[in-house]
């Protein structure tokens, strides 16, 4: 039954509640300025937040709409009620019972009207008609809602497009500005430059596997003509890899060799991601890095050997104890991988050193991969000049596929391309971004203090800042966490001279609790002068030009028999994309996810150089 109705309500059900932009006539393209764009998107916002939302109707405010509508002696039988109510209030007692007798008759026949339409199938389908149009009325707005919410962020960003356009609306406002998004700095984003290309040099080109396959210096003696995965057979990719045909002995997993090539279920290339990365159909460069943080930072050192042991513990049992390079289980012990956005050429801001992964590398590899500066640099009457080890040297061409002569020179590009690196890093303080490292309790060991801007201060060096994870400082083991500062990449040549207009209103630093900028008295160039040679081997390296990557297709796998292709015009080889960068990276401690089915051309893959 519906409930009695004392007064018309005055509600609109057929109003249209959402605005729609129209369309330019005769579909003229208008010229939208950068500024009249972000007016036009903050007018759409604002016209937004002033519309009430759409608050759907009771059966009693339809039916009140649909007797004023369709039921005319409903309006007359309301204002006989209304009159007769004023009467009886002043009239005498006398005429107050006639009166009153009337109203009461007015009553009832108002009820019975109310009833005989609620009955009615006019009503029913009048009520229908004005649910649906509630619906699709709320549904658009909802809709506006969503599109509203994702043109705010816009508004932060620094430089707005120009655009041509046929309709001003919130929708076709939203495309043009995503298709720039990830181009556009945002207010508030640290300005940092993307990686170097160093795998475009032609040294650091990867390698596809050698006729005789994998070489005999990664195969290590009592493993009777296998190779082992660095994985433990409880872990994703070593439960994979046994499905494929590996086996385990021993808490470890193996895939036999058939003439330097492993034997599988599958083609060499499609199981290389549970081969240790030497061992793979196609060699992305290892290229050493200083174990020297150039920030200053470790795990061991700034939160303790306890901690750092902690972590090593995890990670060997993630891999089996095995070296991820060589497969080797000799001296194996546990380094961080890093990644570094380096500050805009000419700035003096911060830059972030994020942790991608923890890497178990064996002697070898860690002697190989990992040198300390002392270790490739000694003194002359010149200045510092460039010394490695023969078996330094040798191990990086093995694991490098740098077997031809000429590519022995190969050799002294890498390290000197590390030490350069490490060079520019020092001259710059950065923000160690730890988000990774999510497992260990994280406390400041002593010898440490945090500044009232969250930098911490060593006894000697210079400061780092730690984000991205709690750690417990002090006595009182205070709590400090600080989220990761949000990024824009330029490019790696960029200058602040040549970005400073467009990212006008970004921090090309990073804000700290007062709101300024980050400024500290810091080492210029921590490193002692190098001799000229060694200057000159370095612009020899970081000047050489960046080439395509050109693929010998008759040096890869080719088929389940592990046959090596005979036909010229194959296609170039292809690996999960960008595979060995992801392991080597954010992947590795993970859970294996992202290493799906996907395939990238050969040319994608990207060297360790972190």
């Not at 393209?29 to 009430?52: A, E, H």
Request: overall charge negative; hydrophobic content about 35%; aromatic content about 8%.
């Amino acid at each position: 039954m519906v409930r009695p109705i004392i007064e018309i309500m005055d509600i609109s059900l057929s109003k249209d509640e959402i605005k729609i932009e129209p369309a330019s006539p005769a579909g003229d393209l208008i010229d939208v300025s950068p500024k009249s764009l972000r007016s036009q998107i903050k007018t759409l916002i604002s016209d937004f937040i002033s519309r009430p939302k759409p608050i759907k109707p009771t059966d009693a405010e339809i039916m009140n709409v649909f007797l004023a509508l369709r039921v005319p002696e409903f309006a007359a039988v309301n204002k006989r009620i209304v009159d007769l109510d004023l009467e009886i209030r002043g009239t005498s007692p006398k005429n107050k019972t006639r009166l009153t007798r009337q109203l009461e008759s007015a009553k009832a026949r108002r009820l019975a009207l109310i009833a005989n339409a609620a009955s009615s199938g006019d009503f029913l389908i009048f009520r229908s008609e004005k649910k649906a149009a509630f619906n699709e009325t709320f549904i658009r707005y909802n809709e506006e809602a969503v599109t509203i919410g994702e043109l705010k962020p816009f508004l932060g960003m620094t430089h707005l497009p120009a655009i041509q356009t046929r309709s001003l609306s919130a929708e076709i406002i939203l495309a043009h500005l995503k298709e720039v998004k990830g181009s556009a700095a945002e207010k508030g984003d640290m300005i940092l430059r993307e990686g170097e290309e160093i795998h475009k040099r032609k040294q650091f080109f990867p390698r596809a596997a050698l006729k005789n396959g994998i070489s005999e210096y990664l195969l290590r003696e009592g493993l009777n003509g296998v190779v082992r995965v660095p994985y433990s057979p409880f872990e994703n990719f070593g439960v994979e890899a046994i499905a494929l045909g590996a086996f385990e002995r021993r808490g470890r997993v193996y895939f036999k060799l058939q003439g330097g090539k492993p034997v599988a279920q599958s083609h060499w290339n499609e199981i290389d991601r549970f081969l240790p990365f030497a061992c793979r159909s196609i060699s992305v460069p290892f290229l050493p890095v200083i174990s020297n943080s150039p920030s200053g930072f470790s795990f061991k050192t700034v939160f303790g050997e306890a901690t750092w042991d902690a972590i090593s513990e995890e990670i060997m049992e993630k891999h089996a104890g095995s070296c991820v390079i060589c497969g080797s289980d000799e001296k194996v012990s546990i380094t961080p991988r890093w990644s570094y956005k380096e500050p805009v050429i000419g700035s003096s801001a911060p830059g972030v050193q994020e942790l991608d992964s923890f890497l178990p590398f064996c002697a070898n590899c860690m002697d190989t991969l990992r040198p300390s500066l002392d270790s490739l640099l000694v003194k002359s009457s010149d200045g510092l000049v460039l010394s490695t080890t023969r078996e330094r040297e040798g191990w990086l061409r093995t694991i490098n596929r740098w077997n031809e002569p000429k590519e022995k020179a190969y050799v002294s590009d890498a390290y000197v391309m590390a030490i350069e690196m490490f060079r520019r890093r020092s001259r710059v303080n950065w923000i160690v971004d730890i988000s990774k490292q999510t497992t260990v309790y994280l406390g400041l060991e002593d010898g440490f203090y945090v500044d009232d801007d969250d930098w911490v201060w060593p006894t000697v060096g210079s400061p780092f800042k730690i984000v991205g994870a709690p750690y417990f400082e002090g006595q009182n083991q205070s709590r400090i966490y600080i989220k990761p500062p949000k990024i824009h990449c330029v490019g790696w040549d960029s200058t602040v001279e040549n970005v400073i207009e467009k990212l006008e209103a970004s921090n090309l630093s990073v804000a700290d609790k007062r709101g300024a900028g980050f400024v500290v008295d810091r080492a210029i160039d921590p490193i002692a002068p190098f001799s000229p040679d060694l200057e000159k081997q370095i612009s020899a390296v970081t000047d050489s030009t960046f080439e395509e990557i050109e693929v010998n297709v008759e040096e890869r796998p080719s088929s389940s028999t592990l046959s090596i292709s005979e036909n010229p015009n194959d296609s170039p080889p292809f690996i999960p994309d960008n595979s060995v960068q992801r392991e080597l990276g954010s992947g590795m401690d993970d859970e294996y996810d992202d290493d799906d089915d996907d395939e990238s051309a050969f040319r994608n893959a990207k060297p360790d150089y972190n």
